[in-house]
């Protein structure tokens, strides 16, 4: 899940009162993520909160979501065809 790991930091920042400029509610990004997903921004930033490692997170999604393998191939699919992903990634000092 491409997103999953900026999501991951942004929900953590977010908690930690750390997100500086960011967003994460309301984050077109994120939505692309928890829709695919089935889940709200809430239950993500608990299952975040909750989770002491990045591990326990995808553990998680993968206990409780049980996301369609097929939604997961073709959100990554999207993503690394968007170029406005690519510019988002620098900006935010993900590898693209």
């Known amino acids: ?10 929900a953590r ?3 930690a009162g750390t997100l500086g400029e960011y967003s994460y ?5 994120n939505a692309q993520l928890f829709e695919t997903l089935g ?3 809430d239950e993500f930033l608990e299952a975040v909160r909750t ?5 326990d997170v995808a553990a998680w999604i993968r206990d409780r979501v049980r996301p369609a393998p097929a939604r997961i191939a073709e959100m990554n ?4 065809h968007d170029s406005h992903m690519d510019e ?5 000092g993900y590898k693209a």
């Open 1 to 10: 899940m491409m997103l999953l790991p900026r999501a991951i930091d942004k």
């Open 13 to 15: 920042a977010y908690i």
């Open 25 to 29: 509610c309301g984050c077109t990004v």
């Open 39 to 41: 889940i709200t921004e």
């Open 51 to 55: 989770a002491p490692t990045d591990e």
């Open 77 to 80: 699919d999207r993503v690394s």
């Open 88 to 92: 988002l990634a620098k900006e935010e």
